[in-house]
């Protein structure tokens, strides 16, 4: 079973920045698509960001376009997803997920079929 780690949340004031980084436990891992989603308390798991390997290739949730940046790093087997100007309502526990070769979709978490354990991001006003 494909294990993925995330590290990189934590507390940080409004406006501020966090970095998260999420990775894969086989350096021979292979994915068709590598993404962040997120869930606050009390509400459902909402999509982040994705990227696809090999063309890098990214999408954004409408709540973070133009403040969150999604990267990748093939030879690390690690994705990264750069969180800036943060605000309140950014607070949530981050998963980052993986879609095997061969699936599609990218958008709901039923298209992916491994997680990490997520990594808490609190933003303070």
């Known amino acids: 079973q494909e294990q993925l780690v995330e590290t990189g949340g934590g507390l940080v004031q409004a406006g501020g920045s966090l970095r998260l980084s999420c990775a894969a436990s086989?350096?021979?891992?292979?994915?068709?698509?590598m993404g962040w989603f997120r869930q606050a308390p009390g509400k459902e798991r909402e999509f982040v960001a994705v990227?696809?390997?090999?063309?890098?290739?990214?999408y954004y949730g409408d709540s973070v376009e133009g403040r969150f940046i999604i990267s990748g790093d093939n030879a690390k087997n690690t994705v990264y997803l750069q969180m800036n100007d943060l605000k309140p309502e950014d607070t949530a526990v981050y998963y980052c997920?993986?879609?095997?070769?061969?699936?599609?979709?990218?958008?709901?978490?039923?298209?992916?079929?491994?997680w990490g354990q997520g990594t808490q991001v609190t933003v303070s006003s």
């Open positions: 997920a993986a879609r095997k070769p061969g699936n599609w979709g990218l958008f709901t978490p039923a298209r992916y079929d491994y």
């Open positions: 086989r350096r021979s891992f292979t994915s068709s698509a």
């Open positions: 990227i696809i390997p090999n063309g890098d290739r990214t």
